[in-house]
């Protein structure tokens, strides 16, 4: 039992460690000069949200090269979330069939299922992220098993992601 | 020569681990329990039990996504004041949500779809907020020190006896047995 404890904790120790914060230079420039984000009501995860006004995923979405890397606070209605892990939430954009996922080093914050259909208001880093058939496959088996669905053979794999590398959020019931 | 029941520190180190194995004894079984679950999260889900079955409520006869989502709720015999809010996520996925993470989803051409439940997986879902610690804030500490006091346990128990079942007796080879597992498996290629 106490060698099963201790291994135990140790495993949780290395998850549980802080994640060492993304900032590029040109994120460095900006942030500080950006005025503090109002209070939001809602609950906090990590380090909240900081910058002040969000960033439509539709304009996100339409100009990846501009965004990627930069630092953006995004909202959204939560449309699916880790339902093992906690690690990511899908949240849904301003315009019809967009979303995007806000994804969280496991242990660090932990998304609740129950954050679905919920109101998110979430800051990260936009990251593209080139995808091989390979990875892309390998992420449409996982995502498909972490949902419980099966895999869809139809639609073409996609050749990159776009993630939001999640710092903080806040969620609450309603906009 | 030492008092009856050895040296001082000996006697002190039997109290401690005693006392300290009393203290942590139920919380070390959620460790023990929780570990075990999470570790076999690729195979299931530690949190939750989610289910989820077909359902079949019709072509949505509306383009007004708040009218689908009533005739949905009104289909189904759900309760409308469990639902969350839904969202058109695809050309052939219309979803309602519902309190707890649960969810319908359907295609609005056909009403044809699933409806997912979810609950929490009672004490499971506790010990692990409480091992992976979700729960942030004072029980960060709380977990710390609970840490240190398996170390010294881990440590303090090496020395709880003496002559042959001791450590410098058999109690030495169980150790190094103990030791070389970890290593033989970060080792094997």
Known sequence: ?175 | MAPEGGPRWFRLNRSLHRDFGYFFAVLTALYAVSGIAVNHVDDWNPNYAISSGPVDVGALDTDDLNVAAEQIVARLHLDPAEVRGHHHSAPTQFKVFLDEGGEVSVDPASGRGTLKRVQKRAGLFQANALHLNRLKGVWTYVADAYAVVLLYLAVGGLFMLKGKTGLGGRGKWFVLAGTLLPIGFLLAP
């Open chain 1, 1 to 175: 039992m106490l060698v099963l404890s201790l291994a135990t904790i140790f495993a949780c120790a290395e998850s549980a460690a802080p994640t060492p914060e993304v900032a590029t230079p040109a994120q460095a420039a900006a942030t500080p000069a950006s005025p503090a984000a109002a209070p939001l009501e809602g609950t906090v995860y990590g380090t909240g949200v900081t910058l002040p006004g969000a960033t439509p995923l539709s304009a996100i979405l339409a100009d990846i090269p501009r965004y990627d890397g930069q630092r953006v606070r995004v909202e959204g209605t939560v449309t699916e979330v880790c339902a093992k892990r906690g690690c990511w939430m899908e949240i849904a954009g301003d315009q019809a069939f967009q979303s995007l996922r806000f994804k969280v080093e496991d242990g660090v914050i932990t998304i609740p299922i129950e954050a679905k259909g919920r109101y998110a208001v979430a800051e990260g880093t936009v990251h593209k992220i080139e995808l091989t058939p390979e990875d892309a496959q390998a992420m449409r088996e996982h995502e498909a098993e972490e949902q419980g669905k099966p895999v869809d053979t139809t639609a073409p794999l996609p050749t990159f992601a776009v993630r939001l590398a999640g710092a903080g959020a806040v969620i609450r019931d309603r906009k």
